[in-house]
Every structure is written in C-alpha cells, then in structure tokens.
C-alpha cells in the first residue's frame, strides 16, 4: 500500500518504482479523484488535455507522478517511507500565499485520528511538519 497525499490522505495499492508510483489503471479515481478518459484527465465538468498518454503509462500500470505532472501539479515520492505528496495547483497555491490563507486540508495526528484545518477556524495553528529524505 501506498499513501497518496493531496488535500487528504488516501491508501492505493500499487509499487513505487523510483521515481515512479505505479499503479492499476482503475484505482485514478480512488487516489486522486481524476479519471482517464479519451479526452484527457477529467474530474466532474473538467477535463484536462493530455498529449502523450503513453507518458502515464509503464507497460500496463499507471505512473501516478506522469499523471500529476500532466495535471501540472509538483509531487515528490519518498520511495522508503512509501509515501507520495501532490501539491496543489499552481493558482491555489499563488492564491494561498497571497492571501496568507492555508487551503483545506485533512491529516492524521500522530495517533492516526484525522483532522481539518477547518476545525480549528479563529484560533491560532502551529502546523509542524519534517521530511524522512
């Protein structure tokens, strides 16, 4: 299993191959909410042209990081941890900072109880995060 991050945290079975998180062709929807179809990338109303979509493929397994890079959003793997993490899109993120505003998100504590952002609206956060790699 591997864990998927994006504006939650999702467990997709599949294999990270280097650089590369792997996975069957069906499970798109479950680790991202997008799905592949022959036009593009699509989620509800949105679909996003993909140019090369041999690109996403390795052999018969989806590359979850060709299908973040065709979204064009920034993802890093930690192949040891068995963890991978999409950032937002490029204008969530311009705007983010702009308005000194952190997106919504849910994460697990350390008990593995998970939590919104939004719980604790009007008081102050202290968000503490590190990197095994």
Known sequence: ?????????????GVIDGA??????????????????PEGL????????VRDRAALFAGD???????????????VVDPDGGVMAIA????ERRQALQDRHAPAFTLPDIEGKMHSLDEWSGQKKLLFAWASW
């Open 88 to 91: 937002l899109p490029s204008e």
């Open 42 to 49: 699509c989620r509800d109303d949105v679909c996003v042209p």
């Open 61 to 75: 397994q989806l590359d979850l990081v060709g299908v973040a890079a065709a979204l064009r959003r920034p993802a």
């Open 20 to 37: 590369r998180v792997l996975i069957d062709p069906s499970a798109l929807s479950a680790a991202l909410g997008w799905e592949l179809k």
């Open 1 to 13: 299993m591997i864990t998927v991050i994006t504006d939650q945290e999702h467990e997709v079975d």
